[in-house]
């Protein structure tokens, strides 16, 4: 069995404290002894609108945010204390003029070892509720990243509006994945469909599935606009952070209360695993046969 943390915060438009923010939690879950630590979909900034996020998108190199994270990992490894960090962020699309919601996993020493660009896109006008178009100011992925392997088992990659997708979470298992995980900044009207999706997907894939979101209102103004405009929260994302288990049992979550950044942390016993999946042999029989493809 392998100890594994999911991260819940609230992100704002300030990349320095929001690495801050994700330094601690690396501390914590570093603390508590576990290998791996999940962050949430754009934990280095949620930006008021598109042509604020393509403003503020900077390359990982320079990223203020990446600098504090990677600088927490250099000093826990120092100490050989470290743990492999798999984040969402964003990036400078080097095709066009959007942006890449990303998630990179990061070794020991801070080092970008993979990386997956988000492939489903929100865009959706809910009446009451949130307008969103994602796609104004992200360039989707095109390609999945195949399952590699992590202290834990080998990892699958989605992220937040991936998982309403079924395809790309079938097709990971059938690469060979154990555990997915889809780092979310999951929106509140939409909220109760989070947990749902997730554990369908764990039942599903006969996997764990990892869920780190992010939870609150989203402070996106600068301290100047704030003292002229007064303060506005005009998003806020769902939370309940959790880990599922591969019958579709949550075994952590973060509380759904408190706003701070906090952490949930379970074991990944793989053992277990291969018992439900030999129970229920699934993957053995499928029917490309008749649906005319494989995923």
């Known amino acids: 069995m392998v100890l594994v943390a999911a991260g819940q915060l609230c992100a704002s438009s300030c990349l320095k404290e929001n690495g801050l923010k994700a330094a601690k939690l690396i501390a914590r879950a570093s603390k508590m002894g576990c290998k791996v ?22 390359p990982v190199e320079k990223s203020p945010f990446m600098f ?17 960090v798999a984040v969402g962020i964003h990036e400078p699309s080097e095709a066009s003029k959007r942006v890449k919601n990303t998630l ?26 949130p307008i969103l178009q994602e796609s104004k100011a992200v ?6 990243l195949p399952p590699f392997d992590t202290p834990a088992g080998k990892l699958g990659v989605g992220i937040c509006y991936d998982l309403r997708f079924p395809e790309l979470a079938l097709r990971q298992r059938s690469l060979g994945a154990e555990i997915l ?62 880990i599922i288990d591969p019958n579709g049992t949550i075994v952590a979550q973060c509380s759904d209360i408190v706003e701070k950044e906090q952490i949930c942390v ?18 053995n029989q499928r029917r490309p046969d008749v649906f005319g493809y494989k995923v």
């Open 104 to 129: 990179v996993y990061l070794g020991l020493d801070g080092k970008i070892l993979h990386r997956y660009q988000k492939l489903h896109l929100f865009d959706v006008e809910i009446k009451g509720g």
């Open 68 to 84: 504090e994270v990677v600088e927490q990992l250099k000093r826990l490894n120092a100490l050989n204390k470290s743990l492999y």
């Open 266 to 283: 379970a074991d990944i016993n793989l053992e277990y695993l291969n018992v439900v999946r030999e129970n229920m042999p699934l993957w």
């Open 37 to 58: 630590l999940f962050l949430p979909e754009a934990s280095d900034y949620i930006a008021k609108n598109a042509a604020h996020s393509i403003k503020m998108t900077q």
């Open 139 to 144: 360039e989707p992925g095109n390609s999945i």
């Open 181 to 242: 995980t889809f780092p979310a900044a999951w929106t509140l009207k939409t909220g109760p469909h989070f947990e749902l999706l997730g554990r369908s997907t764990a039942v599903m894939t006969q996997s764990y599935v990892v869920l780190p979101s992010q939870k609150g209102k989203h402070v996106t103004q600068t301290k100047e606009e704030i003292t002229r405009d007064g303060l506005k929260l005009k998003r806020e994302s769902f939370g309940h952070t959790c």
